[in-house]
């Protein structure tokens, strides 16, 4: 896995990859690298090192450090989905999160029809928190989001600390 620190654009959103194509990501993960990181809001390329190719990103996109949560997003390409890239990624995450900056609470939302999302997180010790209905408007309809949380503790009675990433659990 391959860490590029992101930047913001201009309206204070976290600035976003253009796309999953090799060079698209590419070119995105160059302009970020270069970007002024915002604290502990960042974005990760994943790569592939053994075909040297950006699969997918993960990142922390809003974090409260004075109450001690961060929620984070995780994005696969399609032709890279369900071989692990996106366990490995979160749980790395996450170790730096809790360990290095000392988070408490890490949230996540999910699409409720993104079962294979639902899924991982459930095996990587997430626990379901809540369901914000109709939260978000896309490809013509309303979505419900799931709220999905994990504490440090619960993250360190889980997962190791130390180690590199979880073994593959898909993704």
């Keep these: 896995m391959h860490a590029v620190r992101r930047g913001r654009r201009a309206d204070g959103r976290p600035a976003e990859p253009a796309s999953l194509r090799f060079e698209g990501f590419r070119a995105w993960a160059t302009e970020q690298a270069a970007a002024k990181s915002d604290d502990d809001c960042f974005q990760l390329a ?7 190719e950006i699969v997918g990103a993960v990142g922390s996109h809003q974090a409260g450090p004075r109450a001690g949560w961060f929620e984070y997003g995780v994005t696969i390409g399609a032709d890279h989905r369900r071989k692990g890239y996106a366990a490995e990624a979160v749980v790395m995450l996450l170790r730096f999160m809790f360990t290095e900056r000392r988070y408490h609470k890490c949230e996540a939302r999910i699409f409720a029809h993104n079962e294979a999302s639902l899924a991982l997180h459930h095996r990587l010790g ?12 896309l490809a013509g309809r309303h979505r419900d989001l799931v709220v999905m949380g994990m504490l ?20």
């Design 46 to 52: 994943i790569e592939d090192v053994d075909a040297g």
């Design 126 to 137: 997430f626990v379901e928190e809540g369901c914000l209905r109709d939260r978000v408007f």
């Design 152 to 171: 440090a503790d619960e993250f360190t009675q889980r997962h190791s600390i130390s180690e590199p990433a979880c073994p593959a659990v898909g993704g």
